[in-house]
């Protein structure tokens, strides 16, 4: 090897170079190299496209593969240190380069994104360079799973690339996204708002465009491995077994009030990676393992807002259940929910939208699908949230299951409204009315296949996904649906 093509090599390797690597790291951030060496196993990462840069400076994103728990995957880190990881051609084109070769080979892609936005000194190539990120990020989504990580300032066309994967996930500290940088937004407000109050973690967190925020770099790279321990490489794989719990387990439960405890009961040792955790709170989407076989669990939470369902709530399960379905992930169901949330004017549309989008959510799923109704199943809710009519293949009752129209009371008064003006007691009427319509009458409806024991359910939904797991489906022939976004 010569010694001019050593020192071009090292000069790559260097960045931006020693001045710019310690504002870097005076700022609290990693470098792009040393979140590679983080992300991934040990010596194991070879880059990719190491000369593809302007010959007079390093390229502001390193791309390579390695594995991470002796598994492939392909990642990019943008590099701060070289012009504030400004994207334009040469950058565009390692970026895609690599995810076609993720998509050829079947492996994740995981995204480190810290860029102050497009190379201006580019100017309209730089908008093109991300328009071909963003058109290969579409065309391989569902294809392999797609990990961003916000570890520094993600601006317009950088923080519209994250968002299109299948997990954003947020270092606090030093991450944001946003449209419009809080410059421009203060001054059009009048408003003086940080970086952090525009697209900070919390606030993405809160609004449902990130599903993971942790505090540190070092964590999102620990939530991005344990993410993909879920995950199987590609849509054509399952995701990697594990050792399971004892399936005979008995989950000591007769009711649940907090959806986080029932799923923590069924999941293997009480393990489970839950997303958007601070969005939608009245639902919880969860990755776990059944069996050491990875699953998704969607439940109604009581704990908050009594588990109606709000628009937020459709949207969070309908975007989980497609990502299971899109890598083979059976989806649980926990039904627990007093129907639809009280709407107005002014949200009654987009009620009626989020979850048009939920039913069209669990009717295009062809994963194995099992549902529990362990409470309350009112209106229209019920037939939402993994019904039998709408897909599932499965469906147990807990014997306090309640499944109606309307709640008790309100339906007793409409349905005795004679008995009641007689001197009827209606608290009498409504025990009955519930136990008219409670399990076993859902059960010889074909509503249920069958009325359980609580305690039980983690075994009976082990062998329901046992049973299922040579579960085909032949679809109409088309392009997609029309998803009602």
């Known amino acids: 090897m010569s010694v001019d093509l050593n020192d071009r090599r090292q000069k790559l390797l260097a960045g931006g170079g020693q001045e710019r690597v310690a504002k ?9 190299r040393e979140r590679v060496a983080k992300l991934f196993d040990e010596g194991s990462f070879v880059e990719t496209g190491v000369f593809t840069a302007a010959k007079e400076t390093a390229s502001s994103v ?33 970026i895609v380069n690599l995810m076609e070769l993720a998509a050829k080979t079947g492996a994740p892609v995981v995204a480190m994104c810290d860029s102050a936005g497009a190379s201006l000194e580019e100017g309209v190539a730089a908008l093109n360079a991300y328009a071909s990120i963003m058109n290969e990020t579409a065309r391989i989504s569902g294809v392999v799973p797609q990990i961003s990580l916000i570890l520094g300032p993600c601006a317009g066309g950088a923080a519209f690339v994250p968002a ?31 970086a952090k109050d525009l697209g900070g973690g919390k606030k993405l967190a809160e609004s449902g465009a990130a599903q993971i925020v942790v505090d540190t770099e070092e964590e999102a790279m620990a939530m991005a491995r344990k993410a993909l321990s879920f995950l199987p490489s590609n849509n054509q794989e399952d995701a990697p077994m594990a050792a399971a719990d004892d399936l005979n387990r008995q989950m000591d439960i007769d009711a649940y009030h907090d959806a986080h405890d029932a799923i923590a009961r069924i999941a293997d040792f009480n393990d489970y990676l839950e997303l958007s955790r601070d969005f939608a709170l009245n639902m919880v989407t969860a990755f776990a393992r059944l069996g050491g076989r990875c699953v998704g669990l969607v439940a109604n939470n009581p704990a908050q807002a009594e588990g109606a369902l709000c628009a937020s709530a459709c949207k969070k399960a309908a975007r989980f259940i497609r ?29 009626i939208t989020a979850a048009a989008q939920l039913i069209c959510a669990y009717a295009e799923a062809v994963v194995p699908k099992v549902s529990v109704l362990c409470g309350d199943a009112i209106g229209a809710a019920y037939s939402a949230m993994g019904s039998k009519a709408n897909g599932a293949d499965i469906v147990y009752a807990w014997p306090q299951a309640f499944v109606s129209p309307v709640n008790a009371e309100a ?18 009427l409504t025990e009955d009315y519930i136990k008219e319509n409670g399990a076993v009458n859902a059960a010889e409806y074909g509503l249920a296949d069958d009325v359980i024991n609580p305690a039980a359910t983690r075994q009976m939904i082990a062998a329901a996904l046992e049973m299922l797991l040579g579960k085909r489906e032949v679809l109409l022939p088309r392009k997609h649906g029309n998803l009602p976004l």
């Open 62 to 94: 390193i791309t390579g593969y390695g594995t991470i728990e002796e598994r492939p995957v392909y990642a990019y880190a943008q590099d701060f240190t070289v012009k504030g990881g400004a994207m334009g051609e040469g950058a565009a084109k390692k």
């Open 24 to 32: 870097q790291h005076d700022a609290g951030k990693m470098t792009a």
């Open 164 to 194: 299109m994967g299948d997990l954003v996930i947020v270092a606090d500290k030093v991450g944001q996204m946003f449209v419009t940088g809080p410059q421009v937004v203060s001054a059009r407000t009048g408003r003086n708002l940080t």
């Open 323 to 351: 990502l299971c379905d899109c890598y083979n992930l059976p989806v649980i169901t926990l039904v627990n929910t007093p129907g639809q949330s009280t709407v107005d004017e002014n949200n009654n549309a987009g009620a």
């Open 411 to 428: 339906a007793v008064r409409i349905l005795k409204k004679a008995q009641i003006k007689d001197g009827a007691d209606v608290a009498t």
